[in-house]
């Protein structure tokens, strides 16, 4: 086993691209596993948590992008016309697959790894809240949620 890397420890910044458009500035990215399992129970032993049942990962990306940005907007709302948002912007029961992007993040530093979202369904993030002050900068929380490509992929990551 090699020793850990301690210049694999860094701060990275890079740009977020959808279907090759970049997205604005982006402050913050972050991916995030969400782990589907299923513990077993030994009821052998007063039913305690035995073996686990792995069902694989679901992958979500979450950006924020600092002001009001027209690809960002053209690509995070249903409805937007010349820098104008309109809502609802979507059929209620629509499926958000027919929005979906290639979604790629691209570190700013080569030995930073990057990753990519082959089909990634865009969302305003339902917990984040649009600044409209001198206080606090403009930020759009967006997320991206992963889905398998025809090839049944949902994330290449790494260098």
């Not at 694989?56 to 690809?71: K, N």
């Not at 917990?127 to 001198?134: D, K, P, Q």
Request: aromatic content about 6%; overall charge negative; proline content about 4%.
């Amino acid at each position: 086993m090699a020793a850990p890397d301690v210049t694999k420890t860094h701060w990275t910044q890079g740009r977020l691209t959808a279907d090759g458009t970049l997205l604005g500035h982006v402050e913050s990215v972050r991916l995030i596993p969400i782990t589907r399992s299923y513990q077993l129970a030994m009821e052998e032993y007063g039913g305690e948590g035995g073996d686990v049942v792995e069902f694989g990962h679901d992958w979500v990306c979450v950006a924020l992008i600092r002001g009001w940005d027209r690809d960002a907007l053209n690509t995070v709302f249903a409805t937007t016309l010349a820098d104008v948002v309109t809502e609802p912007g979507i059929t209620i029961g629509s499926m958000g697959s027919g929005r979906a992007v290639a979604l790629v993040y691209t570190p700013d530093d080569s030995s930073d790894e990057g990753f990519t979202l082959g089909v990634a369904i865009p969302q305003v993030q339902s917990s984040h809240e649009l600044n409209f002050s001198i206080l606090n900068p403009l930020t759009i929380g967006v997320v991206f949620t992963a889905i398998r490509n025809g090839s049944g992929v949902t994330l290449t990551m790494g260098t």
